[in-house]
């Protein structure tokens, strides 16, 4: 018999919270625009500048702060989604 896995209530109320990227547009080689989104306060910031490489989705997108309401990703110990980039880790464009 199969069981759910328990989950920490702490864990449960952070999850889903930070910034998430919304949307990728105008992509040259690795740079690119990206729109975010505030998953507790459904702020948006619109076309920042982005680098498409495994470091800037893993590190730098979980750190971004967002200007309405100051949470982040890190701040609350939430794992980022897994994005891929256009290219692969390693291949010179």
Request: with cysteine; proline share 4%; hydrophobic share 30%.
């Amino acid at each position: 018999m199969l069981t759910d896995k328990p989950t920490n209530s702490a864990e449960e109320s952070n999850k889903g919270e930070g910034m998430k990227v919304t949307k990728r547009s105008d992509q040259f080689r690795r740079d690119l625009l990206i729109d975010l989104e505030c998953e507790r306060c459904e702020a948006t910031e619109h076309k920042i500048r982005a680098y498409d490489d495994t470091n800037f989705w893993v590190k730098v997108v979980p750190s971004f702060k967002c200007n309405n309401c100051g949470a982040s990703s890190v701040d609350m110990g939430i794992e980022p989604e897994w994005t891929s980039t256009k290219y692969p880790e390693g291949f010179q464009v």
